[in-house]
Nanobody, 124 residues
Framework: VQLQASGGGLVQAGGSLRLSCAASGRTLSRYAVGWFRQAPGRERELIAAVTWSGGSIYYSDSVKGRFTISRENAKNTVHLQMNSLKPEDTAVYYC??????????????????WGQGTQVTVSS
């Protein structure tokens, strides 16, 4: 599956952005999808993920309560709604997809397909 991440940009602290991960080539509804981010000088981290069914969702502690991952199967897209953004959320955000993930394997970082990344910059 080919993935295209979009929706990044520059926003002030406290603002919101919605990232989208659009798939082509395959039906994304059959895939688990994760959102990762990587800030300069830091390792890539998984911040949100959802199983193919939507039955299991993961959020890292750093975004829990502020970010929401959702599936829009009719548009072959997964979104990441980001509210109450902080300067420390500044990073390149990537979406990734994989088959066969269940709740207990959702947070493994070895997703099979990756999008190209979209920059999110939060100013103070």
């Amino acid at each position: 599956v080919q993935l295209q991440a979009s929706g990044g940009g520059l926003v002030q602290a406290g603002g919101s952005l919605r990232l989208s991960c659009a798939a082509s080539g395959r039906t994304l509804s059959r895939y688990a999808v994760g959102w990762f981010r990587q800030a300069p000088g830091r390792e890539r981290e998984l911040i949100a993920a959802v199983t193919w069914s939507g039955g299991s969702i993961y959020y890292s502690d750093s975004v829990k309560g502020r970010f929401t991952i959702s599936r829009e199967n009719a548009k072959n897209t997964v979104h990441l709604q980001m509210n109450s953004l902080k300067p420390e959320d500044t990073a390149v955000y990537y979406c990734a997809a994989d088959l066969g993930r269940i709740a207990t394997t959702l947070t493994r970082p070895d997703y099979g397909s990756w999008g190209q990344g979209t920059q999110v910059t939060v100013s103070s």
